[in-house]
């Protein structure tokens, strides 16, 4: 690396990166992004935000300017408690049920 280039890599440092950037890609490809993000109920750019910080081995909410991790619950964990109560409240009735039978069967 030469000493101009190191200077403009430096200039570069010392000003910063705004956190924005145009990236131009195939329309199948933002489709395909666009239904990934969709269905893990997240914004576009917070789904690309949060690929690509996984693939530079950077957490997703930390990668974003300025910003402290999230401590908001994610929809996708949100839905695996709702699923995992439901379950739980669907057993407990199943049991609840077969005990009443039983204790009416013995004439309890």
Do not use: C, W
Not at 12 to 30: D, I, N, Q
Not at 42 to 55: A, E, K
Not at 85 to 96: E, T
């Amino acid at each position: 690396m030469g000493a101009d280039e190191a200077s403009k890599s430096a200039e570069k440092k010392a000003a910063g990166y705004s956190g924005r950037f145009l990236v131009r890609m195939p329309s199948e490809l933002h489709e395909q992004l666009a239904l990934k993000a969709e269905r893990q109920q997240v914004s576009l750019n917070r789904y690309v935000t949060d690929t690509l910080s996984s693939s530079v081995g950077l957490n997703g909410s930390q990668a974003q300017a300025g910003k402290e991790p999230s401590k908001a619950v994610r929809p996708r964990t949100l839905r695996m408690a709702l699923v995992t109560n439901l379950a739980v409240v669907v057993v407990a009735g199943v049991v609840a049920v077969v005990l009443l039978v039983l204790a009416l069967q013995r004439g309890i």
